[in-house]
T-cell receptor
Framework: DQQVKQNSPSLSVQEGRISILNCDYT??????FLWYKKYPAEGPTFLIS?????DKNEDGRFTVFLNKSAKHLSLHIVPSQPGDSAVYFC????????????FGTGTRLKVLA | SQTIHQWPATLVQPVGSPLSLECTVEGTSNPNLYWYRQAAGRGLQLLFYSVGIGQISSEVPQNLSASRPQDRQFILSSKKLLLSDSGFYLC???????????FGDGTRLSIL
């Protein structure tokens, strides 16, 4: 049973526009969420995180939104750049104090020049 | 700054052969260490994690094992590889608490 779901396997966006990547989770006990970016043949790189006590966290062009009632989080990239083309994973951590992070299956973002 | 090294980058092994993948972290002490596997078209699956030397927790039953002989060294092993062990193996580290994990560049393992 997939507890963290990224239902869109791919997304194409024009350069300069907004990219919105979505992630849904099923476990209301998740308290910490992260987004990673992955280029081919490399390990994932941490992008941004959000604690369950917040509903928004911003870092430069990247903003993560958390809707706990809907068990949904999203990553907004504004403006999108060709270098943002990569696979994006969302991840959630179980109850506080555990070390287990559950990852989604990823969304491949392609930013068109 | 902290760095994580993982090798080899690619590995081709016959079925039934042993495996040893090594991961080391520099620039930090007492890190939490993790081994993940990414099978084709799937997310990252946590295999093992360690909060200290000799302390290993296994997340899924399998024919793989992990060891942490030193504070910043994490080893993934198998005595006999199966075809289903093919995949992309990633080592990661993190500090305690609400900290993100930082990944190595992975090992692409192909079993023939």
């Amino acid at each position: 049973d997939q507890q963290v779901k990224q239902n869109s396997p791919s997304l194409s966006v024009q350069e300069g526009r907004i990219s919105i990547l979505n992630c849904d989770y099923t476990n209301s006990m998740f308290d910490y969420f992260l987004w990673y970016k992955k280029y081919p043949a490399e390990g994932p790189t941490f992008l941004i995180s959000i604690s369950s006590i917040k509903d928004k966290n911003e870092d430069g062009r990247f903003t993560v939104f958390l809707n706990k009632s809907a068990k949904h989080l999203s990553l907004h990239i504004v403006p999108s750049q060709p270098g943002d083309s990569a696979v994006y994973f969302c991840a959630a951590r179980g109850t506080s104090g555990t070390y287990k992070y559950i990852f989604g299956t990823g969304t491949r973002l392609k930013v068109l020049a | 700054s902290q760095t994580i090294h993982q090798w080899p980058a690619t590995l081709v092994q016959p079925v039934g052969s042993p495996l040893s993948l090594e991961c080391t972290v520099e620039g930090t002490s007492n890190p939490n260490l993790y081994w993940y596997r990414q099978a084709a078209g799937r997310g990252l699956q946590l295999l093992f994690y360690s909060v200290g030397i000799g302390q290993i927790s296994s997340e899924v039953p399998q024919n793989l094992s992990a060891s942490r002989p030193q504070d910043r060294q994490f080893i993934l092993s198998s005595k006999k590889l199966l075809l289903s062990d093919s995949g992309f193996y990633l080592c990661a580290w993190s500090r305690q608490g609400e900290q993100p994990q930082h990944f190595g560049d992975g090992t692409r393992l192909s079993i023939l």
